[in-house]
């Protein structure tokens, strides 16, 4: 098997386990938003913090389906460049995700690891989508 036709399926599960842990934290946000707040808090400020995590989730799950709408078109699947920046992040998300999750990181962090881990691979997605219909580029 090469090494390229061996990136599809790693790629694949690393997106589809980064999606399941994304999801997760939609059901169990409610730990990270308290370890957010002090000890003593408002429910106009845990609804704030709420807020916040959940507009990052959602933004996440926008930038999921850019980056499975290229992959399942073919603009990116067997692109080793896109497929290696794809699964190094979304690995890397996963497992800070998992952190996130069982040890209950406050929400800010959730930023650090949505920039490098989501934005930065999808936005190569959108380039790769530009290259290959607005600038007829064969997809490599």
């Given at each position: 098997?090469?090494?390229?036709?061996?990136?599809?399926?790693?790629?694949?599960?690393?997106?589809?386990?980064?999606?399941?842990?994304?999801?997760?934290?939609?059901?169990?946000?409610?730990?990270?938003?308290?370890?957010?707040?002090?000890?003593?808090?408002?429910?106009?400020?845990?609804?704030?913090?709420?807020?916040?995590?959940?507009?990052?989730?959602?933004?996440?799950?926008?930038?999921?389906?850019?980056?499975?709408?290229?992959?399942?078109?073919?603009?990116?699947?067997?692109?080793?460049?896109?497929?290696?920046?794809?699964?190094?992040?979304?690995?890397?998300?996963?497992?800070?995700?998992?952190?996130?999750?069982?040890?209950?990181?406050?929400?800010?962090?959730?930023?650090?690891?949505?920039?490098f881990c989501s934005v930065i691979?999808?936005?190569?997605?959108?380039?790769l989508f530009i290259a290959v219909?607005?600038?007829?580029?064969?997809?490599?």
């Amino acid at each position: 098997m090469s090494v390229i036709s061996s990136l599809v399926p790693a790629r694949f599960l690393t997106l589809i386990a980064h999606l399941v842990i994304v999801i997760t934290i939609f059901w169990s946000r409610e730990n990270n938003v308290r370890a957010s707040l002090p000890l003593q808090f408002t429910e106009e400020e845990y609804n704030e913090v709420d807020t916040r995590l959940v507009i990052a989730l959602s933004v996440t799950l926008g930038l999921f389906f850019i980056e499975l709408a290229g992959f399942f078109s073919g603009v990116s699947m067997f692109n080793s460049s896109q497929g290696l920046l794809s699964l190094a992040g979304h690995c890397s998300a996963s497992i800070c995700l998992s952190f996130f999750v069982f040890q209950k990181w406050e929400c800010w962090t959730y930023w650090f690891i949505f920039a490098f881990c989501s934005v930065i691979p999808a936005l190569v997605e959108l380039i790769l989508f530009i290259a290959v219909f607005g600038l007829k580029k064969k997809p490599l």
